[in-house]
């Protein structure tokens, strides 16, 4: 369950339903199925696009795993090496659980239960991210996203800059019915705007779908528009197609979109629960290769050669221990 929940949603203020007459919604044009692999030091993630999904229907977005959910032994929780990026936003939002980050531009803390880091490679910087000790020792809950947010060519060369957003600043909003939970992290929804300060315009928004309950949510035309099922099952777009935890719709266009709780939930998962994505498409070249996100295969290789030359910063004195010595695997997806 979402460590962020409120004890009475009709106190919240609510998002008003669209008028159908005048806001089209947007049908669905695919629901692909995210494929399952470790990151890191060996954590499980699901690949949300890694399932069949055109990088022009998702764009500006690259990538996304979904971290666990998964309950750990004493012993058991990991993390991630030392390893560098450049020229793209790291989104890492955790909706249960404890992860502690660290970077070479001098940000870093806790993430924890609702809480996000929001981390603008640009030009280049190193991090990690790693469980805290006492998770280590005693295991628990870890649950959690990581999203990369592409950046357009004029502000891949930004300065490196780091967001710490707890999880009581997101803003919360209710469904018209007040059947729906909705966090808004970044963007806006209705005219009330999330916490997290962008690059590049997009929306991000979890929701928590009570079951039989129906999401409409007013969404700007020009953005894309996605949905991802960490869990439960529903039904998205006005055709209620159907979709499961560990699915992504990729909508049309249109003015609104929707997803549906189906009335009975599975005993482990409530409501459901869904990430919802938009944004501003960049349309320019995308050469992705591991943990570097450019226009040009020569910038790929300028960014290899400025990381080995230790020109993307440097691992403070103190920091953050790992259990695997070694530099990071530079064809990995590393988060």
Do not use: C
């Not at 929804?189 to 009570?210: C, D, K, L």
């Amino acid at each position: 369950m979402p460590a962020v929940t409120v004890a009475n949603l009709l106190a919240l203020p609510r998002i008003p339903e669209p008028d159908a007459a005048v806001a089209r919604e947007r049908r669905v044009k695919s629901v692909t199925t995210a494929p399952s692999g470790f990151e890191g030091e060996g954590f499980p993630v699901r690949r949300a696009f890694g399932g069949g999904v055109r990088l022009a229907d998702i764009d500006p977005f690259v990538h996304m795993d979904q971290m666990g959910e998964v309950d750990y032994a004493p012993g058991e929780p990991k993390g991630t090496p030392w390893h560098p990026h450049r020229g793209f936003e790291t989104v890492t939002y955790m909706i249960d659980g404890t992860f502690r980050h660290q970077d070479s531009n001098g940000g870093g803390g806790l993430i924890t239960n609702g809480d996000t880091q929001w981390m603008t490679a640009g030009a280049g910087i190193l991090h990690i991210e790693a469980p805290p000790e006492q998770l280590v020792v005693a295991g628990g809950l870890f649950h959690g996203v990581q999203l990369w947010v592409n950046l357009p060519r004029d502000k891949k060369w930004s300065p490196p800059r780091y967001q710490d957003i707890r999880g009581r600043e997101a803003t919360l909003l209710s469904s018209h019915d007040g059947g729906t939970l909705v966090r808004v992290i970044a963007g806006e929804v209705a005219g009330r705007a999330g916490p997290g300060v962008t690059h590049t315009p997009i929306t991000m928004v979890h929701a928590t779908v009570s079951p039989g309950a129906r999401l409409v949510l007013p969404w700007r035309a020009d953005f894309n528009a996605l949905v991802y099922l960490l869990s439960g099952r529903g039904g998205v777009g006005p055709e209620h197609r159907p979709i499961q935890g560990g699915q992504l719709a990729v909508y049309g266009p249109g003015h609104a979109l929707a997803v549906a709780a189906e009335p009975r939930q599975d005993s482990s998962t409530p409501a459901l629960e869904a990430l919802i994505l938009g944004g501003l498409p960049i349309r320019e070249p995308v050469v992705h290769y591991g943990p570097f996100v450019m226009n040009t295969r020569e910038e790929i290789v300028q960014a290899i050669e400025d990381y080995q030359a230790g020109r993307l910063g440097s691992i403070p004195a103190t920091s953050l221990p790992h259990r695997h010595e070694g530099d990071a695997d530079l064809t990995a997806g590393t988060d």
